[in-house]
T-cell receptor, first 110, second 117 residues
Framework: NAGVTQTPKFRVLKTGQSMTLLCAQD?????MYWYRQDPGMGLRLIHY???????AKGEVPDGYNVSRLKKQNFLLGLESAAPSQTSVYFC?????????FGDGTRLSIL | QQQVKQSPQSLIVQKGGISIINCAYE??????FPWYQQFPGKGPALLIA?????SEKKEGRFTISFNKSAKQFSLHIMDSQPGDSATYFC????????????????FGQGTILTVHP
């Protein structure tokens, strides 16, 4: 039982490049989330999904897109990476109160 | 707009001491207040949580104290150990609407706790 798995764990991009972060959960959770974590700012919600085929904007959605084609997967895309998107990205899933987090993707944009 | 304010940013405690982290909120629609613990290189993990109809919840060495009238809640770690050294986040959930169980979490800024042996 892996819980929430994020790939890749690390990535360095050049400004303007695109990439997709993958999140997979094996707990059959309905809800999934993408956060970014920056020093002194806690975790900020980028996008979330309340079910397969549905997505919604969170607190800081600009520059990101998401898709939830399958219940177990939630993808976060950066179409044109910017240095301001350098951060640690966390995916989480839940059913009810507790959110279960993956171990993050450390992304650097040069 | 930071809806949950956490303090202090960092905390150093000696082994065996009490660690106290505080959070304050404004939104009265919050209905669930969890604390998450995060070790370096790992994702946050749920530590303990409380509903606003309870003033205190204890699980082992960890206690949440909740003051609804003051809109404040705090985490107390008794007999702090070096293994407790981590970043701690408070959070608050907006009460679900529309018949679902989903409610967005808003996180505090985090507190880096260091427990010296």
């Amino acid at each position: 039982n892996a819980g929430v798995t994020q790939t890749p764990k690390f990535r360095v991009l050049k400004t303007g490049q695109s990439m997709t972060l993958l999140c997979a959960q094996d707990m059959n959770h309905e809800y999934m989330y993408w956060y970014r974590q920056d020093p002194g700012m806690g975790l900020r919600l980028i996008h979330y999904s309340v079910g397969e085929g549905t997505t919604a904007k969170g607190e800081v959605p600009d520059g990101y897109n998401v898709s939830r084609l399958k219940k177990q997967n939630f993808l976060l895309g950066l179409e044109s990476a910017a240095p301001s998107q350098t951060s640690v990205y966390f995916c989480a899933s839940s059913w009810g109160f507790a959110q279960h987090f993956g171990d993050g993707t450390r992304l650097s944009i040069l | 707009q930071q809806q949950v304010k956490q303090s202090p940013q960092s905390l150093i405690v000696q082994k065996g001491g009490i660690s106290i982290i505080n959070c304050a909120y404004e939104n009265t629609a919050f209905d669930y207040f969890p604390w998450y613990q995060q070790f370096p290189g790992k994702g946050p993990a749920l530590l303990i949580a409380i509903r606003p109809d309870v003033s205190e919840k204890k699980e082992g060495r960890f206690t949440i104290s909740f003051n609804k009238s003051a809109k404040q809640f705090s985490l107390h770690i008794m007999d702090s150990q070096p293994g407790d050294s981590a970043t701690y986040f408070c959070a608050a959930r907006v009460q679900p609407t529309g018949g679902t169980s989903y409610g967005k979490l808003t996180f505090g800024q985090g507190t880096i706790l260091t427990v010296h042996p």
